[in-house]
Each structure stands twice: as C-alpha cells, then as structure tokens.
C-alpha cells in the first residue's frame, strides 16, 4: 500500500531563514511526487512535481530513492509562504494506483516577520 | 478559463439520507477524483473517472458511488448518510489524469451530516 508521510504538522521561522518541511514516502516501484499547498481562503494547487524539476516560487523538491523522501525546501521564507503544504504521491503508469493519488497529513508552514 | 466548479457549496443532511455532490470541470479535461477532507484522516482519494470510466477507486464503502457524464461533468453520491461522512468533498480535474498534467482542484462541497 502506498503511504506519505509528513512528521511536521506544524513548522514556525523567521523571514529569511531556510526551510525545510519534510516528506517520507512507501512505495514499491517508481512514484511520482507532488507538493500541493494550500494558502488562506484559496483552493488548493500543485506547487512542483518532480517529474518537471521545477523550481517555483523559490521552491524546490529533490526525489530521493534510497531515503525514499522528497523534502521540499527554500534558502530563504518569505511570510506569503506562509500556508499548508501537503505532499502527495501517484503510483506509476500501468501500476493498479495509477490515478490513486494519496497525500500526507499537512503541514502548516508560518512564516513570522 | 473557468476554474473547476462544485455545487452545492454547502449542505446540511441527517443520519440516512442520500445525497449527490455535483462537479463541473475546467472544459478540455477529461479526468475528474474526488477527494474527502476531515480534520482527522486528511485528504482521502474516493475515485477517479476519466471517459465515463471509473479509473480508480480508494478505500471507501460501497455507499460511496459516482459517476461521469459524457460532458465530464461527474456526480459522487453517498447513500444512508452517516455522521462520519461530515467532511469537505473536494473534486479535482485534470486533462488526462497523469503526472504531466496539473490537477486542479475546485472549492469543495461542504457537507455536514446531523
């Protein structure tokens, strides 16, 4: 069965500093990843996937196999990140979860002036 | 483009009753999953449809049905409604459903069920 994971509900910094909201996944085969956010009063929406190795908003996620994470990261916050953030997992093409996409519980990122 | 659509907004039902959430998606897209939100399991796949065709289904009783319309426009039906049904159902649409393609989410249909 394919499970996320995210330890955090909540994480708290400062403008400017790094932060990091972590995700685990477990999965046999080859996922793919998402980070969806969700900011106050708005529906929620993609922010990256990693089959696109984007960076947005200065956001960024790398896929790690062996650790089977995909920790979504920025050098610096800013307080319109502020927001839940979830991440998210599709099994694979031709898989029986294709389609199936299943998230982690949350995080709620705040960013504090 | 319009943004995908849910109606009702709201809806207040009691223990028993049957009701049927309806979503319109952004026009093009062919995909449409449903999601249920509560606070204490978090966003929980239902099911998805693409052409009229149940794709995939999640961990769901069987009084949890839906279906699409050649239109794409899907329904989710909940039948003999429980007090644990109270949640958020969200609907999300896509062009066909893979990771290539965004999925966008509409606003939810609120449901509380007394």
């Known amino acids: 069965a394919q499970r996320v994971t995210q330890p955090e509900k909540l994480l708290s910094v400062f403008k400017g500093a790094p932060v990091e909201l972590k995700c685990n996944y477990s999965?046999?085969?080859?996922?793919?990843l998402f980070w969806y956010v969700q900011y106050s009063r708005q529906r929620l929406q993609l922010l990256l996937r990693h089959i696109s190795r984007e960076s947005i908003k200065g956001f960024t996620a790398d896929l790690n196999k062996g650790e089977t994470s995909f920790h979504l990261k920025k050098p610096f916050a800013q307080e319109e990140d502020s927001a839940m953030y979830y991440c998210a997992l599709k099994g694979e093409l031709g898989g029986t979860s294709y389609g199936k996409l299943t998230f982690g519980q949350g995080t709620i990122l705040t960013v504090h002036p | 483009k319009a943004g995908v659509t849910q109606t009702p907004r709201y809806l207040i039902k009691t223990r028993g009753q049957q009701v049927t959430l309806s979503c319109s998606p952004i026009?093009?897209?062919?995909?449409v999953s449903w999601y249920q939100q509560t606070p204490g399991q978090g966003l929980q796949f239902l099911f998805e449809y693409f052409s009229e065709t149940q794709r995939n289904k999640g961990n769901f009783p069987g009084r949890f049905s839906g279906r699409q319309f050649s239109n794409s426009r899907s329904e989710m039906n909940v039948s003999t409604l429980e007090l644990g049904d109270s949640a958020l159902y969200l609907c999300a649409s896509s062009l066909d459903g893979t990771a290539y393609n965004e999925q966008f989410f509409g606003p939810g249909t609120r449901l509380t069920v007394l």
């Open positions: 026009s093009g897209h062919r995909s």
């Open positions: 999965y046999s085969g080859s996922p793919e």
